[in-house]
């Protein structure tokens, strides 16, 4: 499951950063694609499946380090600011969604970057 976890972990990572560049790139177009609602959901989907495959993996498996766990847990909860707020989101979807995104690739990232590493 730990060899999942850091090949779906470098996968979320990617995906949310090129569907949050493709958001903020579509920030002026009137309209969003169908096409890129499904990405956004993919690529929520992906962080989803990381953050609960880390928990599944904290309870059984070697200790992770704190600032790995961390940045998972501020994963979900960005997810669920993006969920409170999706009404305001609807505003400017493109843009909105995008830097959301881009956010959670980037606190994806750091996560990879701090496996093993505590405060």
Do not use: E
Not at 6 to 19: D, E, F, N, Q, R
Not at 27 to 52: E, F, H, K
Not at 93 to 113: D, T
Request: charged share 10%.
């Amino acid at each position: 499951m730990s060899s999942f976890h850091l090949i779906w972990g470098y996968a979320s990572a990617a995906v949310s950063g090129v569907v949050g560049l493709w958001g903020v790139g579509m920030a002026r177009r009137p309209g969003t694609p169908r096409v890129y609602w499904w990405a956004i959901g993919i690529a929520m989907a992906s962080l989803i499946v990381q953050v609960v495959t880390g928990v599944f993996m904290l309870s059984s498996g070697p200790d992770p380090g704190d600032q790995h766990v961390f940045y998972g847990v501020v994963i979900a909860v960005t997810m669920s600011f993006v969920y409170i707020y999706r009404s305001q989101f609807r505003k400017s979807p493109n843009l909105y969604y995008g830097l959301a995104l881009l956010f959670m690739m980037g606190l994806a990232v750091r996560g990879i970057m701090t496996l093993g590493i505590n405060f």
